[in-house]
């Protein structure tokens, strides 16, 4: 199957600048050191989801990719059972965030809960937090949590879901019809039409499948929180011929913690996910600050984010099974046998 997102997203030329920001925490927030000082920070004050209106411009669930937008997934959250509130589904993150308004409408303070050391992908900062007794959406519920405060990071979104509590749970995103579902998993296989991909094992309990960028292997991070996809050095370096062939763009990579880096940016050689075949794919090459703290310097290594997954018909996240499920779109100009 040949999956060609050139043929209505990458005609117009991608700026990442303007697309917006990669995950937020990588998602990794770190107690601080007991003898480090603190920057100082503002104080600012199968059963299917129940259905809620979410008021935005974009749609209630999941915004699939456009020429002139990256999507996202939207998702409903109630926290201390108000809202819902409107997170980002972010599959890089070991742990939920919200923004300043979030907390001012919980009426919590910040400075009850120590600040966290925030990981992002061009950089760290240290983020004041807040406690909650509660973070609920469809099946899941988790109880008492830190949260990080982040600032607008997600185009609109007031925080993002992290991966806590998502152990036994099945996310089931459907792009076409604007829906998705947080319910228990019941260790149920790929249906008929979606690849499965298996995750690898990974310490840091990333969402890492085996893939393949012009034949050539490597660990592929699946980040719904990304908005662009990114390449490491090693990678870079395996596809050199083929990179000083294509037209080159300068791309500006800006994470949640306000640190900006700089990356070359070109269309690459098909990468695979298992039969299902990505062509014309934009990527941006550089040795981000994230690449270093998952230790993936050296090995070849690619961080797939919406402009790729937010192209796709269905995309499931089985955490019980450690599987990826996912259907490409079907359309005549973009998928063919292969």
């Known amino acids: 199957m040949i999956f060609a997102p050139g043929d209505r997203l990458w ?21 601080l050191p007991q003898n480090t000082e603190p920057a100082a920070s503002p104080v600012i004050l199968d059963e299917e989801l129940t259905e809620v209106l979410v008021t935005a ?28 509130f409107r997170l980002v589904l972010d599959s890089g993150a070991t742990r939920s965030a919200v923004n300043p308004a979030v907390a001012s ?30 973070v609920s959406v469809g099946d899941l519920y988790v109880g008492t949590s830190v949260l990080p405060i982040v600032e607008d990071a997600f ?31 019941r260790n149920r296989r790929a249906e008929f039409g979606f690849e499965a991909l298996p995750f690898m094992e990974d310490r840091l309990n990333l969402m890492v499948v085996r893939a393949k960028v012009g034949g050539l292997p490597v660990r592929a ?39 900006t880096q700089t990356g070359i940016g070109v269309k690459v050689a098909p990468i695979a996910l298992g039969k299902v075949m990505i062509r014309d794919a934009h990527v941006t090459f550089g040795d981000m600050h994230i690449f270093d703290y998952w230790n993936l310097e050296d090995d070849p290594a690619i961080v797939i984010g919406m402009d790729i997954l937010g192209l796709l018909d269905t995309l499931v996240i089985d955490y019980q099974r450690q599987e990826l499920h996912i259907k490409p779109l079907i359309k005549a100009k973009l998928i063919g046998d292969g």
């Open 57 to 84: 411009p974009e749609p209630r669930y999941v915004a699939p990719t456009r020429r002139d937008k990256i999507g996202r997934v939207w998702v409903p959250v109630y926290i201390n059972e108000k809202g819902p």
């Open 155 to 185: 185009g609109g979104a007031e925080g993002l879901l992290g991966t806590q509590g998502m152990q036994d749970k099945r996310i089931y995103i459907d792009f076409r019809n604007d829906f998705i579902n947080v319910s228990r998993s």
């Open 221 to 259: 991070i699946i980040d719904t929180g990304a908005q662009a996809t990114v390449g490491n050095e090693a990678l870079k370096f395996a596809l050199e011929t083929q990179i000083n062939r294509r037209r080159q763009t300068t791309d500006e990579i800006t994470g949640a913690t306000g640190a």
């Open 11 to 31: 005609k117009a030329a991608l700026r990442l600048s303007v697309l917006g920001l990669l995950s937020a925490v990588a998602l990794a927030a770190e107690p």
């Open 105 to 134: 409408a919980l009426s919590i303070p910040l400075g009850l809960s120590p600040p966290v050391l925030l990981r992002g992908v061009t950089g760290s900062a240290v983020r004041p937090t807040i406690r909650v007794e509660s």
